[in-house]
């Protein structure tokens, strides 16, 4: 696997455990449809909640935050729509979130710094 996926991988698991240790339970992960994948699809107080993942090692490209644009946004709500019509969920609410992990090379999980955007859109 290449560093790129490990530390991809890695942030998702970070970001699930986050999401968990607030209160939302994790429906699926990498969920996969022919038009994409979401990162992680929540629950949190009947809301579904599809999060986008951005883990950056060295913050020289950038925020991860930077890496989510209209048009990622725009297909993350087209999947998460397309989720909720194959789940057997009946949600009060759809929604969007984003989480950065910044996690330096070096640095253990404890001390990598995880940010929560909710409602991207």
């Known amino acids: 696997m290449a560093k790129k996926d490990e530390l991809g991988k890695r942030g998702e698991g970070l970001a699930a455990r986050y999401l ?3 209160g939302y339970r994790i429906r699926a ?3 996969r449809c022919a038009q994409g994948e979401i990162d992680i699809v929540a629950e949190r107080e009947g809301a579904i909640v599809a999060v986008e993942v ?3 090692s060295p913050t020289a ?3 991860p935050f930077e890496a989510i ?3 990622k946004v725009a297909r993350l ?3 998460a729509s397309l989720w909720y019509q194959e789940s057997d969920s009946a949600p009060r609410s759809l929604r969007i979130d984003a989480i950065a992990v910044l996690a330096p090379p070096g640095v253990s999980d404890r001390d990598v710094v995880i940010e929560h ?3 991207v859109c």
């Open 77 to 79: 709500r087209r999947l």
């Open 29 to 31: 992960r990498n969920w």
């Open 54 to 56: 951005k883990t950056r």
């Open 117 to 119: 955007l909710t409602g």
């Open 69 to 71: 644009t209209p048009a």
């Open 20 to 22: 968990v240790a607030r």
């Open 61 to 63: 490209f950038g925020h």
